[in-house]
């Protein structure tokens, strides 16, 4: 089993279009996690850190479910500009520092 | 405020050859981290650097690569002898000292390396 597992796409979706991305990670020790978004031969970019309260910014809802080791993210009212790869991330463990990468989810919005 | 800078961005090599990565990290941060990406995949953590010190490289193949981040100067990946395998996208992030874990992780824009 992957430590961090990702639906890898493509997701095709219109504009305006709400769309989910959902994450698994294995090691239950795993202390923050965030989403980035990667567009195509670009570095990775923080799109947003991930509470277990849950976490708005704008379009983006992020969630995270200890128990069920699980992270989500959804994007309201999607828009071309949001087409990108989007990854998950699972930070530190008992060391505090590893870092895993998810493969990432592959998003296309169309007009 | 300069962000993670790398370079070169593009760096072509012979099989056989030593390639040299370079990373500055943000201003203020002391912490460095090294993926490497190969296409169509994420991206493979490498190794984890601070100044003078590795502080976690289990992502690093054991023979022909390494790395260190001097007490002055940029963060160096090195790569020796070089085969067709090792062609991919390196990039490097740094973040502020203090929780590592919580710490979030700025990206450099990345080097290609291709290997003829």
């Known amino acids: 089993r992957k430590e961090v597992e990702q639906d890898p796409g493509p997701f095709n979706v219109p504009e305006g279009a709400t769309v989910a991305f959902n994450c698994t990670y294995s090691?239950?020790?795993?202390?923050?996690f965030f989403w980035y978004r990667q567009d195509c031969r670009k570095e990775p970019k923080l799109l947003m850190s991930?509470?277990?309260s849950g976490n708005e910014d704008g379009r983006f809802t992020a969630q995270l479910n200890r128990a069920s080791q699980y992270i989500s993210l959804l994007i309201r009212d999607s828009k071309l500009s949001d087409s990108a790869t989007y990854l998950c991330?699972?930070?530190?463990?008992?060391?505090?520092?590893?870092?895993?990468f998810g493969a990432g989810t592959r998003l296309f919005v169309k007009a | 405020n300069a962000g993670v800078m790398q370079n070169p961005r593009h760096l072509v090599r012979r099989r056989g050859q030593e390639a040299r990565l370079r990373c500055s990290p943000m201003?203020?941060?002391?912490?460095v981290y090294w993926y490497r990406q190969l296409p169509e995949e994420g991206l493979k953590f490498m190794v984890y650097?601070?100044?003078?010190?590795?502080?976690?490289e289990s992502g690093m193949p054991k023979e022909r690569f390494s790395a260190e981040f001097p007490k002055e100067g940029p963060s160096i990946l090195r790569i020796q002898q070089v085969v067709r395998g090792d062609s991919a996208a390196y990039f490097c992030?740094?973040?502020?000292?203090?929780?590592?874990?919580?710490?979030?992780?700025?990206f450099g824009a990345g080097t290609r390396l291709s290997v003829l």
């Open positions: 992030a740094s973040s502020p000292q203090g929780a590592p874990a919580k710490n979030i992780q700025y």
């Open positions: 090691n239950s020790a795993s202390q923050s």
């Open positions: 991930v509470y277990s």
């Open positions: 991330v699972v930070k530190g463990d008992t060391g505090g520092f590893k870092t895993i």
């Open positions: 201003k203020g941060h002391s912490h």
């Open positions: 650097l601070q100044k003078e010190n590795i502080i976690d």
